[in-house]
Structures are given as structure tokens and as C-alpha cells.
């Protein structure tokens, strides 16, 4: 009966591969449910724009600061839901216009049907986040097995800051996504070197190199890797217990980068120029604003700070995550047990992508840092080896118990998030600005509240790229801190961006006196965490 019965025994499937799909199924599904209730953000419609114009004209020409392969992913849809109301003729004329992608999405964005045009724009970014949360469980669980892998996986699909730009038309989670399966493909290739590996690296690597021009550190951690592979690798690295042989750095990486040269020129649609590339980062920098002021901790500075972007990821990332991102540290630094091909790709791209982003990247979103995340996630799942009695897996489940309370309570909200030590999302627009608290993604939610809760006649200043009327929000547009300071004995509705700088700019002017009424005054309500509506003082 014993010999009967073990075969069923033996398809059981353990409850943590059960858990592992639910969570790549909540990586899919949150996003997908939350966006329904977002209006369009600051940068979607000129991304979905230019990627129309990409696929329609076979040119990239608008929008030349980001490379194109998330725009045409995203444009995908869109393009054969509104290829009959579409003029192409009309889009390729524009395209000979600079910055028309803004005239573009103005188009997109007059559709009756716009809230369908944006939903299968920010669909394939919906999929490449649960892919990412799929490699994560994937590659965590080589290293630490199931319970390892439900650790990894649980940080990433808890973390608000992916839930948040998993639901828009961006680069940052295409990004982190293909970035994190180059460094898989070159994981691979060093755990076993031979010429059939090669090419999923080159494959990966012009993929993320077609997403983001961050990417670029990739050709600078891919050598450098190869070349500390060659000179020493343990015999742990190889499943057999035998070191394997390396050819020198130079006959793998050639290969790799022409792999990746042919896929990123057909990514830009095989441009004739042979420096296409490097005519589009020079764009990024020929697009910052030199005299634009960078908002932290309630003040404005002249000069970015290079402390931001790890000042921005301490308040935005739940303090579970903190700790056992942390914990996983101190533990592979004290008892190195994961392959060394592993902690070496991992640890040099996450430490150099976060120095270099530090350095060139402006202070406007912790975004920046989300293609470093996922590989610290894979390290934290190393305190899986930590769960040797009932009071450390209860002190685990707990911590991971208070990431979900976290992410639930901020739902549908997630891109306003911030920890309790920040003050929680309420306390956001006192430290940061921009795409970590506002992107004017709330104009639904406040129309809804206005529903509920009429106020009369009230003024408006949003950081929405859209015309608020677009959503039924009919208030008196304001644009200058100046019509807030002389504002009286009237309802002020402000979104959380400009709430921050505003109250910076007038202090500045203003410091304590009646024009600055704004710093003193308790808003009388929070609408979707992005939009704080005062009463104006009678005198």
C-alpha cells in the first residue's frame, strides 16, 4: 500500500511553489486593477506618442532622450485598437516637428475611448513586472530553494515603487526587467561557459540597451566580470565540482556586443547612421534644464545632490524590506554560500548602478534606482539559510506580514508611499517632489471626491499633463506659487508636487508672513494621496 500511494505523495506540490504563483499572479494582477483607477501621468503621453510615430513612420525621431523598445512595446496596442482613427500621414508630418510628441498624445488623449488607449499602452509593462517577479522567484530559488524564493519574490511584489510604475507607460520597470535578464544570461554563461551562451547575453544585453541609456554600465560590468572569471573561479561555480575553462575576456565579449549591436540597430528600426546611439545620449543631457531647482526636505537646491537617490530609497522602501535586504547582506558577507559567479554579478551591479546614478542621474525620482532593486531582493532571500527554528521563521513572517499590511493599505496609491520613519504618504511632499509623490495620476479619484463632496468654487494646480476637464474636474486653473500667496477665503485644491515646491518657493519669499499661509495650514482632506485641498485664510 506504502509503494501505492507514493506516487501521489510524489506529485504533491510543495505550498511554497504555490505561494510562488500567487504572488506572480499579484504582480500581474495589482497593477492591472489599480490603473483603472489613475488618470494618464506626466510622461505617458509623450512616450505612447512617440512610440506610435515609431511603428507608424519607421523613424526615431521624436523623443530621442529614451530609447525606443518600451515605447514601441507600449505603442503596440494602442496602435491596432486606434489604427482606423489614426492618420499616419498627418503623424509623419508631425514627427518632422520637434517635441510634436506632445501634439501626438494631446491627440491620443482626445479620444472618447482614452482610458482603453492608455490601458493597453501600460499593459505590456503590466507583463514585463510579473516576468521580472517570475526571474526573481527563479534565480532565488537556484540559490536558496523555495523558501529562499518566496522571500525574494514576496520583496518584489510588496515593494510599492514597482506596484506603482509597473501601472504607467515608463521605462523604469522595462528596465530593471531586462537588465536583471542580461545579468541572469551572463550568470548562466559563467556557471557553465560555452559558445551557445553567449548568445542570450548579446540577445539581453541590446534589449536593455534598447530600453534605457542607463543600461550602458552593462558594457562596462560584462568585461570586467569575464575578466575576474578567467583569472579566478571557484569550484562551486560549476555544478560538476570542476572549475571550467575560460577563453580570455575578448573572444566572449566581441561576440556578446555584436549580438547586441544587431539587436539594438533593429530595435531603432535600422537607422542609416552608424552613431545612432550615441546621438541619443547626447540628447538626455541636451534636454536637463540648467536653471531647474531640485526639491528635498522641504527646500529647493540649486545643485543636485548626490545623497538623494539613497535618501529617496531609505524613505520610499518598506522598513521589512530594509531590514532583510540588510540581514541577506550581513549574512553572505559572514558565510558566502551562493556561487561566486552569482554574488560577483550581483553585487557589481547593484553597488555601481546605484554610485552611478548617484552621479548622473537629476533628483527627481527614486524610479531611478528600481533596475538595482531586484538583485538585492534575490540576496535577501539568503536569509532563508537564517530559518533553522520556529522563532526565526515567525520573526520572518512577521516582517513579511508587515510589507503586505503596507502595500495594502496603500492601495490604489502606491506611487505616494513612504515609510513610517518618513511620516508615511501623508508626509511625502516634506521630503520629495515630483514622481515620488505626484505624477497627476489622481485626477479620477478627485473628481470622484468632489462627487461626494462638493466645495464650490475652488482653484486648481495640478501637475497633470492632462486638462483636468478631460476627467470632470471643472475648478479655475492657478500656476504660480504668487496665486496661492494671494488666494483668500476660498477652497485650494493642489496636487502633492506642487504643494512641495510651492510651499518651498514661498518661504523663500514670504518666509513666516501672510503670503505664506500654505506652510501653516492643515489641509481639510487627502484625496487618493496626491491632491490636498485647504481653505484659504477669510483675512
Not at 511603428?55 to 485598437?81: S, V
Not at 550568470?187 to 560555452?194: I, S
Not at 543600461?215 to 575578466?227: K, M
Not at 525620482?365 to 535577501?380: D, F, Q, S
Amino acid at each position: 500500500m506504502d509503494a501505492a500511494r507514493r506516487p501521489t505523495e510524489d506529485r504533491a506540490i510543495p505550498w511554497q511553489e504555490k505561494v510562488l504563483f500567487l504572488l506572480v499572479g499579484l504582480a500581474f494582477a495589482i497593477p492591472v486593477l489599480c490603473m483603472a483607477q489613475k488618470s494618464v501621468t506626466a510622461d505617458e503621453p509623450a512616450h505612447l506618442a512617440a512610440g506610435v510615430s515609431y511603428l507608424l513612420t519607421g523613424r526615431i525621431t521624436l523623443n530621442p532622450q529614451h530609447p525606443p523598445l518600451a515605447k514601441e512595446l507600449c505603442a503596440i496596442g494602442p496602435l491596432m485598437l486606434k489604427w482606423k482613427t489614426l492618420d499616419p500621414e498627418w503623424i509623419r508630418a508631425a514627427t518632422d516637428v520637434p517635441g510634436s510628441q506632445l501634439r501626438i498624445g494631446d491627440a491620443l488623449l482626445k479620444h472618447d475611448d482614452r482610458a482603453l488607449v492608455f490601458f493597453f499602452g501600460r499593459f505590456p509593462v503590466v507583463l514585463m513586472s510579473a516576468a521580472l517577479a517570475a526571474l526573481v522567484a527563479l534565480w532565488s530559488r537556484k540559490l536558496w530553494g523555495l523558501n529562499g524564493a518566496v522571500i525574494s519574490t514576496s520583496l518584489y511584489v510588496l515593494d510599492p515603487n514597482f506596484l506603482a510604475h509597473a501601472q504607467v507607460i515608463t521605462t523604469d520597470v522595462p528596465m530593471a526587467f531586462f537588465a536583471t535578464l542580461c545579468l541572469y544570461a551572463l550568470r548562466e554563461y559563467l556557471m557553465a561557459p560555452t559558445r551557445g551562451r553567449t548568445l542570450p547575453c548579446g540577445l539581453t544585453l541590446g534589449l536593455a540597451l534598447g530600453t534605457k541609456f542607463s543600461a550602458v554600465l552593462l558594457l562596462a560590468l560584462i568585461p570586467g566580470v569575464l575578466g575576474c572569471a578567467s583569472l579566478r573561479f571557484t569550484r562551486d561555480s560549476s555544478p560538476s565540482g570542476v572549475p571550467p575553462k575560460h577563453r580570455p575576456t575578448a573572444f566572449v565579449v566581441l561576440p556578446m556586443f555584436g549580438v547586441a549591436l544587431v539587436v539594438l540597430w533593429v530595435v531603432y528600426l535600422c537607422p542609416p547612421d552608424p552613431l545612432f546611439y550615441w546621438a541619443g545620449i547626447r540628447e538626455v543631457y541636451d534636454d536637463h534644464r540648467p536653471d531647474y531647482r531640485f526639491y528635498f526636505a522641504s527646500q529647493l537646491w540649486d545643485e543636485g545632490r548626490r545623497d538623494y537617490l539613497l535618501w529617496a530609497l531609505f524613505l520610499k522602501t518598506p522598513l521589512p524590506t530594509i531590514v532583510l535586504v540588510l540581514v541577506g547582506l550581513l549574512v553572505s558577507l559572514r558565510s558566502p554560500r551562493a556561487p561566486w559567479a552569482d554574488e560577483v554579478v550581483m553585487a557589481c551591479w547593484a553597488a555601481s548602478f546605484l554610485l552611478v546614478s548617484s552621479f548622473a542621474t537629476a533628483n527627481i525620482g527614486v524610479r531611478y534606482a528600481l533596475p538595482a532593486l531586484p538583485v538585492l531582493y534575490i540576496c535577501a532571500g539568503k536569509v532563508a539559510t537564517l530559518l533553522t527554528t520556529r522563532v526565526r521563521a515567525a520573526v520572518v513572517s512577521a516582517l513579511l506580514g508587515w510589507g503586505a499590511v503596507d502595500a495594502t493599505l496603500i492601495t490604489p496609491d502606491h506611487l505616494s508611499y513612504f515609510n513610517a520613519l518618513a511620516g508615511g504618504p501623508a508626509r511625502g511632499p516634506d521630503w520629495l517632489d515630483d514622481s515620488n509623490v505626484d505624477w497627476g495620476q489622481g485626477l479620477i479619484q478627485l473628481r470622484q471626491w468632489l462627487e461626494r463632496n462638493p466645495v464650490g468654487d475652488y482653484a486648481l494646480w495640478t501637475f497633470s499633463p492632462v486638462k483636468p476637464r478631460f476627467y470632470g474636474v471643472e475648478g479655475e486653473l492657478i500656476h504660480e506659487p504668487d496665486d496661492v500667496a494671494s488666494m483668500r477665503n476660498r477652497v485650494l485644491i493642489i496636487s502633492a508636487h506642487r504643494l512641495a515646491r510651492a510651499r518651498a518657493m514661498l518661504t523663500e519669499k514670504y518666509g513666516q508672513g501672510p503670503g505664506n499661509w500654505l506652510s501653516r495650514s492643515k489641509p481639510r482632506a487627502i484625496v487618493g494621496h496626491s491632491y490636498y485641498v485647504f481653505d484659504a485664510p477669510a483675512d
